[in-house]
């Protein structure tokens, strides 16, 4: 075990090129093979910049590496980690205004056995701080920015993953690895109303982070996380994913259905081994190494188990259909969070399309056709239903089915109630928003609701 580590060094040299360099870095998912060298050269500067968290989604983020997360990397028990920083948040990013002050930024490696004081130490816009440590224990660890107040720091999207292998190696051999970073995000429109490729910003809500009621639970930093690009896989095959909750603040529990995790490591230590898991669940910085065989051809849902994170974001696939996907997504794949139209501008009209695919995809499509005994094809429902008919339905389905006739009319077709969400007002005209968005926009997929011979009638 090495706890020797010179001092660190802080000066007011700006680093000017790309914000995060070093043959041990990985974009993520996908991981690179672990470079021998035991002495591994490390960037990644801090930055501000707008990112996507969801279609239609603008958010004011602070970042590690210029992503969220920031870079993986990837070493082993023993290697050197020489590490440097430049606090770079005062510069715009190309063709965007800055949305968030320069501020104060830093750097905490869960990995690392060092001073806090001497190496976690703050650094102002335009300064660089360099430091050494080496790996002792192998696992899967957190970054982030430890600048106070730290909640916010992360939230905002400053943290990201360590990978340290045991100098031997895994003690088994898999077919693919995958990074998977957990975390949430806490929004809110921005106050002064700025847009971004003329879409609403957002912002960091301080009332919604301190009270863990987040927005987005997302993976990799995107709601939806590998629905649109899925993990890649074959049946037969051993998966070893590298899982991190970042947090900030909420528990995971992790789960990929349709098959058992054979190992999981938590921490990403192989001593702390359990066999046979379901789902592993994870707090705030927790982690797993988790492994298993994908049985036979099918598309694996990754979901938060945790289902209030899931209906967030928290989902992902695992493509291992043999097929090629259709619209982006793989053939035959079904989950509550999967698109389901293209996006519209209004701000209502995105959250509905948020809540839709959180709430109702299991039942109901718009333009795609309807579901068979589930429930009918959407697209054009604000000219079957007045808004009025809508609003009560979407309010309470239960008491309609008891007098309405039209309600039970549609009990008679499909033989499924529709079952109570309990929506609020906001978010019954954030649904109709969003319906009357896609009867303007959407054209119904071959087969759906427009090449039938007469509307089914919408719920």
């Not at 106070?148 to 045991?166: D, K, N, Q, T």
């Not at 989950?335 to 709430?359: M, R, W, Y």
């Amino acid at each position: 075990m090495d706890l020797k580590s010179p001092p660190s060094v802080t000066t007011a040299e700006r680093h000017t090129g790309p914000f995060s360099a070093g043959s041990a870095l990985n974009p993520g998912p996908d991981l690179k093979p672990l470079v021998s060298d035991p002495v591994k050269e490390i960037r990644i500067d801090a930055t501000h910049k707008i990112i996507e968290i969801a279609p239609g989604v603008k958010y004011s983020a602070w970042t590690l590496g210029d992503t969220v997360p920031g870079p993986v990397i990837r070493a082993r028990v023993g290697d050197r980690i020489k590490f440097s920083m430049t606090n770079r948040s005062d510069e715009a990013a190309p063709g965007i205004r800055m949305t968030a002050a320069p501020m104060m930024h830093s750097m905490d490696f869960h990995a690392a056995m060092v001073s806090p004081t001497d190496k976690y130490h703050s650094i102002a816009p335009g300064q660089t701080i360099a430091y050494e440590f080496t790996l002792n224990y192998p696992g899967v660890f957190m970054y982030h920015c430890a600048t106070p107040m730290v909640l916010e720091h992360i939230a905002s999207g400053m943290y990201g993953m360590v990978i340290v292998e045991p100098r031997g190696g895994y003690p088994t051999r898999v077919d693919r690895e995958y990074a998977i970073v957990q975390s949430e995000f806490y929004t809110r429109p921005d106050p002064q109303k700025r847009k971004v490729d003329n879409q609403p910003l957002h912002v960091l809500d301080g009332e919604r982070v301190r009270s863990k009621a987040s927005t987005y639970t997302v993976f990799n930093g995107r709601y939806n996380g590998f629905v649109d690009k899925p993990l890649l896989a074959k049946p037969g095959e051993r998966v070893r994913l590298f899982v991190l909750n970042a947090g900030p603040s909420n528990t995971s529990s992790f789960h990929v259905v349709g098959t058992i995790f054979d190992r999981v490591w938590l921490d990403g230590n192989p001593d702390n081994q359990l066999r046979g898991m379901q789902t592993v669940l994870l707090g705030s910085s927790g982690s797993a190494i988790v492994e298993f065989v994908v049985p036979e051809a099918g598309v694996y849902t990754m979901v938060d188990h945790h289902f209030s994170n899931a209906s967030q974001g928290a989902v992902g696939l695992i493509e291992a259909s043999g097929k090629a996907p259709v619209g982006g997504m793989p053939a035959g794949a079904e989950h509550h969070n999967i698109p389901a139209t293209a996006v519209p501008s209004d701000p209502e009209a995105v959250q509905g399309k948020l809540n839709f695919e959180s709430k109702c995809l299991a039942c109901h499509t718009i333009g795609g056709g309807p579901k068979p005994n589930l429930g009918p094809d959407l697209y054009g429902v604000t000219g079957r239903r007045d808004e009025a008919w809508l609003r009560r339905w979407l309010k309470s389905p239960d008491r309609m089915l008891q007098t309405d006739p039209q309600a039970k009319e549609l009990l008679a077709q499909w033989k499924v109630p529709m079952p109570n969400q309990y929506l609020s007002d906001e978010e019954i005209s954030q649904y109709i928003a969003y319906f009357r968005w896609a009867d303007q926009n959407r054209q119904p997929q071959s087969g759906g609701l427009a090449s039938a011979a007469a509307p089914a009638p919408g719920r």
